[in-house]
Structure formats: C-alpha cells, structure tokens
C-alpha cells in the first residue's frame, strides 16, 4: 500500500517531465511498440481469415523456423551475406579514411570562402533520394546514351560497353555511388567536431614546432577519434541491413550483375514478391535487426574495453 | 522490413555532437567576425599544398553537382535529339517541349507541391518538437524515470513489428488511410534523433543556467521554453534538417496510405512512373489494354525534367539551412 | 494471450469497422437503406470516377438497392496495395486481381468461395460467361472470382510497322518462326538507321507454364504434356535462345535490351517489330493509337491458358460484409448494357456521343478524366461499339473463343506451400539470369549451363518433383 502510495507521490512529483515524454511516448507505442506483436508472423505460415488480422495470425499454422530457411540454404544465401557485409565494411572504411581526410582538408584551407563553397557543393548527394541517384547513374551509364560511352568514343573506342551487364565494373561503381552521396555530410560531421578543437593545442604545437602533419596526428585525430568511434558502432549495427535503393534502383535490376549487387534487402524482396509471403519477409526483417543488435552490443563492448569514453551506452 | 531500411537510409549516420564544452561563449558571441579570425590563424594550408587540396576538394565538389547540372541539360534537349545522339552536354537541339509536357500535370505538379511543402513544415514542427521534450526530459536528472524512457526510446532502435502490423495499427486504429497526418505521423519520432538530442542537451545545456532560473520560480516548461530552447537553437536545427529531409523524399508512406490523386506528394508520383514502368515490364496486356497505361510514362525528357523539378526546391532551399547545420553540429564541442 | 488476442480482436473489429460497418450492418438487418459495396480496381486514378458512380448508383439502388463505391489504384502500385489490405484483414467488397496473385490470394483465404453464390445470385451471369472461364479459373473446384468475359484465350502475335513493310515489299504472311524474320531485320537495320528493328521483347515459347513466365517449371506443349520440365533445359529453349543472341549481336535488338525500360510507345515511330497479345481486331486499336497502320502476324493459334482465364477477374473479398449484395451486383454488370457501359465509357453526352446506329464516339472528357481500362471492368460482349470499330467485333471475339485450344494445365493451380523456401531462391535466380538470357543479351551457351547450374543449387529438382505429384493427382481427378 505504501509502496503504491510512494509510487503516485513520485509520478506527481515528476508529473512536469512525464507531461514532457507523454507525446513521444504514445508515439512510441501506437507506432512502434504496438506493431511489435507482429513479429510472430515470422514464425507462423500465415493464412488469411475472413475475421480479420488477429484471427489470422491465431488461426495460422505456427511452422518454428522454417521461415527463416530460405536466408540459409542456398548458395546464393552465402553469397548475399558476403555482399552485404563486404559492402558495408568497404563503406565503413573507406567512408571513414576519406570523410575524415576531406573534413581534415577543408579545415585547413587558406580561404575559407571557398572552404564553404565546396561544403555546399559535397552535401549536394545527401538529400536526393535514390530513385534521383538512379536517374544521374543512368545518364552516364546508359548504354546507347550516356555520357561514358560518349567520351569513350571520342577516344576511338568504337564497342560501346554495355555497363548494366558488366558485373566486374559494379563494385566500384556502387562504391563510387555511395562514397559520393555520403562523403560531403560524413566530413561535415568530423569537420563540426574539428573546428570545436580548442585552439590553444595547435597553438601550443606550433610553438614547439610542430609541422602541419604532426598537428595532425597528434592532435586533430586523437581529438576526433570518439566520434569516430561512435559513428562506427552504429554503423556495424546496420551491417546486415543494405540501401534497398542502392542495390536495387541504381542498378536497374540488373540481374547479370547479381553476383556483385545482391544483398540480403534486394534478395528478400525478389524472391516474395513473386508469392507475397510476409512471414518470410518478416522472418527476414527479424534476421537482420537481432543480428545488428548482437554487432552493436559486441562492439561497444569491445569500444568500452578501450577506453571507457568511447563508449555509446 | 523494407521500409524500415528506406527510413533508415534516408537519414544515415546522424551527427552526434561529442565533446563536453561551454556552449555559452559560443551561443552569446555578438562579435562573431573577431572569433573566426583567431581560427584562421591556426588551421591554413599555403602554398602548393593548399592549391593542390582545392584542386581536389574543388572538383569533388564540382563532381557532387555535375549530375544535377547535366540532367537539367537533358531534359532540356529535343527528343529526336536524344534518341538519335545521346543525352548529350551541349544538345544539337534546345527544347521545353519537357516542360510543356509537364505544364499540362499543372494542376496535379501544383496539388503535389503543396501537399509535399505543407507535409514538410508542419511534419518538421512537429517532429521536432516532440523529439525536443522527449529528449530534454530523459536528459535531466531531476526526472526520476528518465532511464526507463530512454530504454523505451532505446529498445525500438532494433526491433520492429515489421509492415503489416504498422500498418494495421495506422489504418485500423487510427484511421490515418488518404489523410495527411498518414504522411506526418509515422515519420514524426525516431529513436535515433531523441538519443542525439538527449546527448546535445546533456552536455549543452549546463545545469548551473537551470538550477538559477528554478531559484527564480520559473516552472520547468517555463524555462525549456525560454531558456533551453534559444540555447540548443543549432542543435534543433540541425534534428529539423534531419526531418525536413526524411519529409521531403518520403514516398513509401504515401504509397501505403494514399489513394486519394489529390494528396500524393511530389517524390511519391515519381515512385509511381518508375512503378508504372516496372509494371508494364511484368505483365504483357492484350489487346489496346496498355495503351491506357503507356500513356501515363513520360519519355526520356520528360522524366528527367520531373526529376528536376522534385530536386530542386530542396536543392534551392539547403544552402540556407547549411550554416545551421555545421554550427548545431559544432555546438557541442567548442571549447575556447 | 488468447483472451488478450480475442480482446483485441473486437477492439479491431469495433475500431476498424467504421463507417462501412455501420451501413452493411444495417444494410442486412433493415432491407430499405442501399448497401454500399467497396469496389477496388486497378488502373491510374481518374477525375470523374465519382461521378460516373453517382449516376451508377442510381441505377443500382433502383435495381438492387445497393451504391458501389469505386476506387482505382495506379497500375504500378495496385499489387503491393492489395497484398496490405489484404493481409491486414481490412473489408471490402469486390476487387480486381489476376493471375498469379488471384491464385495465391484465393489459396491464403483472401476470397470467397463463390461456387453456391454464382448459382443463387448470379444465374443470368454464369449464363453468359465461356464455361471454360468458370471451369478454367476454377482452383481446386472452387471458384474464386469473375472473370472478364473477353478473349479466353492468349495469342502472341508480331507487330510489324506497316510503312516499313509496304515500303521494302515484304511478304509477312510467311513468317511462322523467329529465324524467318532475319532477312527483314537485316533489310530494315542496313537502310534505316533511325528504326530499331526490334523493339524489345521476350520471344515466344510452347510452354504451358505451372507458375509465372519467368519461373523455369512448365509443361511443353509439344511433345510429352504429363511431365513437367525445366524450360530453360529444353532444347527449344536453346535455340530460341541462340537466334535472339544473334539477333543481338548483329544489332537488330538495343544493346540494353536486358534492363531497359523503354515501354515503345506506339505513336513514336522508332520500331520496325515487336510483340504483343492479340485479341480479335487488336491491329485497328493498336494502328489507331499509334496514328499509321501496323501489320499483324500470329506467332500461333490461341491457346486457353490459366493466365488467360484468370487474366482479369472480380473477386468477392473473404471480409466482405454483404457478399451476396457484391454478387447481385457483379450479375448486374456482367449482363445489363447500361451499367457495363456506363462503367466502361462514362455517362452519354459527357463521356460520349451516340450516332444513330448505336455506335459511339468518345468525347474529350473522356479521353482527358474518365479513361478507363476495359479488360478489368467485366463483360466485354455487351459493350457498344465504336463508330469505327468493325461491325462483328464481338462476334469475332467468340470465334476466337470457340478456337482457342486448352492448354494441357487449364484449371491445374500448384500448391505452392510445400516447397515456399525453394521458390523463394529460385525466383531470385530466374530474375538473375531470364531477362539476360531472353532479351538475346548473352550468349546462351555460355550461361544457360550456369542458370541451369544455379536453379538445381535453389531446390529446383524437389519442385519439379512436388509440382510432378500435384499435378498427377489433379489428373487422375479431371
């Protein structure tokens, strides 16, 4: 009794700030929470029923997890979970390196008028959508059309490549796409936390003498590296999980070039649409999201052992 | 599932400003011009390097607006010249004939504009503020369960119900189907956002500003308000830059929920050519059946011009945002 | 968790039900207030749809005492749209579908088994439907929808750009293959740079296929017609093949064949062939559409198809509220020529003018706000003719009928729960290699191994063997 009493005396007392989460909290619920039930589908072999949704997943055979076979069992499996994971790796790397080198240069330029002329132009890629990315891509590539084969063939060289069923160009062009749309706003966010360094560090560098690389490496890096960190936890969260767009639109679904653009998202997605089976997609959907949970736990686990700083949560 | 990755991918790696420092000094610098100077004093490249580096950032940059440059080129060249030479830099023959194409949808162009535009706003506003209480409050220490509603917050980070369930819960229960808040309401929080501003306000907003205000009697929604508000200003920018942007190229929500020709936004009715094409590519009709849907695909000009013009408001629109942005990113970390 | 599931079950049902709950519940209970019937069809939404229907609903109070409530949704979106709202459990009516989503909706219980509904509320309709309609669209003697009483048959047929022929003198009543077109590719790439000699297009093979087209399990239709093959196996396979890669290779097809998207718009005169579906007098519709005369040529004789009888069908949904109401009006337009018509060309003196023959002639409004396709919307028999169409269109139309031959799985639907997981990785593989391979942009040789090689590593063989076993069965049982 008294405890229930210590409770409501508790709530009154918080009562301004639980006034404050209340609308993101029935938020949560109807949109996120609510929804969870469903996950059940993925281990049922749903079947409609005239009674609506709720008799259709009570009514439905419960198959254990054999939705989930179709992720596993075949060859072309092994090879999507190596794209993905391949894919994303590249993109976490390379994304790195190179937004923290332009972040780096950018900060260092003379003229600073420029410096911003050329963020401008870098953040470009990050508010198109993919469906836009695929339309620029198709304006070079386009075999009959596209401004590549044109420029080839002002170098004489008259067979113009049919680039939509080349596989061995696609992994760099997909790498090209992405580090192009992602590169500006990546090193924005390092260049943010760059220009936060106190200037009293290079100050104190340069008065010992310190050139512009060991500034650098000794002070910009090591000042940046949590966020590196951080950023990159997050990342390995989604390494199971690919840009539908990327891997789908902008290749035009090309299926000659499956071998190198197939990830699990593209895969999941052509092989039910064919039969509209949302227990497998759902089973798929729960794949990906334990799998990425289990990779931020590890490696913020791993992050902490570090150094206890670097740590998301 | 799917859409879950679009919406993900829509906002990819947000900021997360890190370092602890007094935004105060920052935030009440009237004398903005004599801080710069000091920074350009340290960082500066001279000589061959830095012409070197604008070489490179120069034409990085130049490459990230080419493709835009170069499809409002060819959606402004002549049909017969595209077929006949490619989609070409200096097209042979100049036409608006795209554009003309395009004039005759006014009506739907305009209804799509503004419903995108209004989706955008108000859905911003909204998202914001909502994601700003909700953070603010799992941000103090005074509010006793803050750590269970950052786990709430936290939690559906990873899991979701997936489609159907989504939804049902938006159809069925909140009978969302061909109004405009089914464009708003599902994209209105993110977990991901609330846990960034959570870390913006803890180590922005310093306790010592608050504890003050409260000895002065004023309420907490008083002093979020009037105090928190105007000092994480860049920050909020920066969330709602965020949403704009998620608004802005939604489509997804719209194919779900819309039926209704006169509440399709803007991104969703080029989704719907590209889904036109798609379909037409599946399933062979006979008879005169798909003449009635070939003459819903636009040619090759045409589509680029309906590519422009979806881009360009936020193309026009960014730069000014811009500098919000890197500030709210900064925020966190300026230290002088 | 059952009673928290069933809680909410009604919690669903009194939220979700809303306003078409309140009228159907009194439509049964009280006989004098109009039952509304939700109607979802497929095709880009149109401006004066609501008020055809108020003139529509005039009519069918009258008659039937019932309104319809007509939604379209745009071609590309109609499928995942229908996959929702059916999987969500939400009602309505009566909705469109076709192949291969009819089969697979009807066999998850998305539809109404319709075999007692047709005899008590649909006589006059199931009169005058094709029985091999009814038979045809039948799975596993049950009927699940009502198909458009049209063309029972599928033909594909060439499409020749008729000032191309007349201007080279070509004979075109000869071609009966694929190889026979050579010389005339040949003539039309060496003299007219601004033609492609063929526009895109997948060739036709004789198979009777279990699933979709690109899906490798069909019947052959010639040959041994109890065994179920993999077609990119098959011999005919490999030479059709090797004429379309040549074909490719000399330039006669676009070198992005394979993942373009260019629909050859028929007005743009850019093409020398292509291939489409053919239906009695196609070639006046198609040459009135594209402005010149086009030429046809049939590939061979019409063939009655699953995939042709359930090619547009009105199926009554499992949740529908008032099912015999959707079928009194499903009889209603399938066998009244005011309500088809009215359905199909828009209300007269708006849409449409009638001469004094009885023929018609659209009016602009229709063209520009009430373009409807006529395949989905039902009955094409009672439809008027226009002004220039050919005075025994419709009775061409039952000739064709009467011609077109059974295809050996006619009303054969695969189960294809048993082996889902299979389908799945096949369906990847068949979009990986079929476009490629079929569009002649790969030389078959080289990579009709490598398909074949993949398809056996997705479970083929175990598919074959469940679709050979099904199929027996429903033999013996037919």
């Known amino acids: 009794m008294n405890r229930i009493k210590s409770f409501f005396q508790d ?17 949560l619920l109807l949109f996120a ?25 009570q009514n439905s055979e419960w198959v254990g997890f054999e939705n989930f076979a179709f992720l596993f069992n075949t060859n072309d499996a092994w090879i999507i979970t190596r794209n993905t994971i391949l894919y994303n ?42 469906i836009v990315v695929s339309y620029f891509v198709f304006t070079f590539l386009s075999v009959d059309r596209g401004l590549l084969n044109n420029i080839l063939g002002w170098f004489g060289v008259d067979d113009p490549i049919s680039w939509y069923n080349e596989a061995k160009y696609w992994p760099f062009i997909i790498v090209l796409t992405s580090m192009w749309k992602g590169i500006g706003y990546g090193s924005i966010v390092y260049l943010a936390a760059i220009v936060g360094i106190d200037k009293n560090y290079y100050e104190a560098a340069m008065i010992d003498g310190a050139n512009k690389w060991q500034q650098i490496r000794n002070i910009t890096i090591p000042m940046i590296t949590p966020l590196i960190v951080i950023l990159t936890i997050l990342n390995v969260g989604r390494i199971f999980s690919a840009d539908f767009g990327l891997f789908y639109q902008v290749p035009r679904d090309s299926g000659t070039l499956y071998s190198v653009t197939n990830v699990i998202d593209t895969y999941v997605y052509r092989g039910l649409t064919t039969m509209g089976d949302i227990s497998m997609s759902t089973a798929a959907g729960l794949y990906q999201s334990l799998v990425g949970f289990a990779l931020v736990m590890l490696t913020n686990y791993l992050a902490q052992k570090v150094d206890k700083e670097y740590a998301l949560f | 599932m799917w859409q879950n990755t679009m919406k993900i991918n829509q906002n990819s790696s947000p900021p997360t400003p890190l370092h602890k420092g007094n935004v105060q000094n920052q935030l009440n610098q009237p004398n903005k011009k004599s801080k710069r100077k000091k920074k350009y004093t340290v960082h500066g490249l001279s000589g061959f390097p830095n012409l070197l580096m604008n070489i490179l950032l120069g034409s990085f940059a130049l490459m990230c607006i080419f493709p835009f440059l170069y499809v409002i080129i060819i959606s402004l060249t002549d049909e017969k010249t595209l077929a006949r030479n490619g989609y070409q830099i200096l097209p042979e023959i100049w036409s608006f004939e795209a554009y003309r194409y395009l004039w005759q949808m006014k009506d739907q162009l305009l209804q799509s504009y503004t419903i995108t535009i209004v989706v955008t706003v108000l859905g911003t506003v909204f998202s914001v503020a909502m994601i700003a209480l909700f953070a603010y409050a799992i941000s103090r220490k005074q509010f006793k369960y803050r750590g269970f509603f950052t786990f709430i917050a936290f939690f559906t980070m990873l899991f979701s119900g997936g489609l159907i369930p989504f939804y049902i819960v938006a159809t069925q229960f909140l009978h969302l189907r061909n109004s405009i808040w089914a464009l708003i309401l599902p994209l209105a929080m ?19 500003i608050l ?64 889904n036109n094409i798609e379909f037409l590519r599946q399933n062979s009709l006979a008879g005169g059946a798909q003449n009635d849907l070939l003459s819903a695909i636009p040619q090759d000009a045409a589509k680029m011009a309906m590519v422009v013009i979806s881009t360009l408001p936020i193309a026009i629109a960014y730069p000014f945002f811009q500098k919000y942005f890197v500030s709210g990113l900064t925020i966190g970390g300026v230290k002088e | 968790m059952i009673v928290l599931l069933f809680s909410l079950t009604t919690l669903l049902a009194a939220c979700g039900g809303g306003k078409s709950a309140n009228t159907s519940g009194s439509g049964k209970a009280d006989k004098n207030k109009p039952y509304e019937i939700m109607w979802y069809t497929i095709g880009t939404p149109q401006k004066d749809v609501d008020k055809v229907m108020e003139e529509v609903n005039k009519y069918t109070k009258e008659k039937i005492n019932a309104t319809v409530k007509l939604k379209q949704i745009d071609w590309g979106d109609y499928d995942q749209k229908m996959q929702l709202m059916i999987s969500s459990g939400e009602s309505f009516d009566i909705a469109y579908t076709g192949g291969g989503n009819y089969v697979l909706n009807a066999q998850k219980g998305a539809f109404k088994d319709l075999n007692e509904l047709l005899d008590t509320h649909g006589k006059e309709l199931k009169a005058t439907l094709d029985p091999a309609f009814i038979e045809g669209a039948k799975i596993d003697g049950k009927l699940y929808g009502i198909p458009s009483n049209k063309e029972v048959g599928q033909q594909s047929v060439y499409v020749f ?32 740079p601004d033609f492609t000699p063929l526009a895109t297009f997948k060739p036709y093979l004789p198979f009777d296929y279990i699933l979709e087209d690109e899906l490798p399990f069909a019947i052959p239709l010639e040959g041994n017609k109890n065994k179920v093959v993999n077609i990119f196996e098959s011999d005919i396979m490999m030479e059709t093949l090797k004429t379309m890669h040549k074909f490719y290779k000399a330039g006669y097809i676009k070198a992005d064949a394979a993942t373009s998207t260019d629909p050859w718009p028929l007005e743009v005169q850019n093409w020398f062939l292509r291939k489409e579906m053919y239906q009695p007098y196609a070639e006046l519709i198609w040459s009135r559409s594209a402005g010149y005369d086009v030429a046809v040529q049939p590939m061979h004789d019409p063939i009655t198809f699953n995939n042709s009888v359930t090619g547009a069908i009105q199926a009554i949904s499992a949740t529908s509220k008032n099912p015999e109401k959707a079928m009194e009006f499903l009889n209603l337009l399938n066998t009244d020529p005011y309500l088809r018509n009215l359905i199909d060309r828009g209300i007269e003196g708006v849409h449409y003018e009638e001469d004094a023959n009885g023929k018609i002639n659209d009016l602009p409004a229709r063209v520009e706000s009430y373009n409807m396709p006529t395949y989905s919307l039902g009955n094409h028999f009672i439809l008027k003719l226009y002004e220039n169409d050919p005075e025994d269109k419709w009775e061409a139309f039952k000739k064709f009928n009467d011609a077109s031959v059974e295809a050996p799985t006619l009303g054969f639907y695969f189960d294809t729960n048993p082996v889902r997981t299979e389908i799945a990785a096949i369906s990847n593989v068949a979009s990986e290699f079929a476009p490629a391979l079929l569009t002649g942009s790969v030389d078959p040789e080289v990579y009709l191994p490598k398909a074949n090689k993949k398809f056996k590593d997705a479970g083929l063989d175990k598919v074959l063997k469940e679709i050979q076993k099904q199929y027996d069965e429903w033999k013996k049982n037919n």
């Open chain 1, 89 to 130: 790796l590249v993109f976490i790397v390379l994304g790195l390196i190179l937004a923290v080198f332009v972040a780096i240069v950018l900060s260092e330029l003379a003229n600073k008028k420029l410096s911003k002329i050329y963020q401008t132009g870098m953040l470009f890629p990050h508010f198109l959508s993919w």
């Open chain 1, 33 to 57: 929470y609510l929804p969870m039930f469903g996950t059940v589908i993925a281990f049922k072999n749903f079947h409609y029923d005239p009674n609506g949704f709720f008799a259709s997943i």
């Open chain 3, 161 to 192: 750009n008729k000032n191309l022929v007349d201007k080279y003198k070509m004979d075109i009543s000869s071609i009966s293959s694929l190889e026979d077109l050579e010389p005339l590719l040949k003539t039309v790439k060496e003299n007219e």
């Open chain 2, 190 to 208: 993110n977990a991901f956002y609330i846990l960034i501003m959570r870390t913006f306000f803890q180590r922005s907003v310093p306790e010592s």
């Open chain 2, 211 to 274: 504890e003050s205000a409260r000895i002065d009697g004023a309420s907490e929604l008083r002093i979020f308000a009037k105090i928190v508000v105007p000092l994480s200003l860049p920050g909020l920018a920066t969330i709602a830059l965020f949403s704009t942007l998620g608004y802005w190229n939604d489509w997804f929500n719209a194919l779900l929920f819309i039926d209704e020709p006169n509440l399709v936004p803007l991104q969703s009715m080029l989704m719907k050519i590209e």
């Open chain 1, 11 to 27: 709530v009154y007392k918080n009562r301004v700030w639980l006034l404050m989460v209340l609308p993101g909290t029935i938020w």
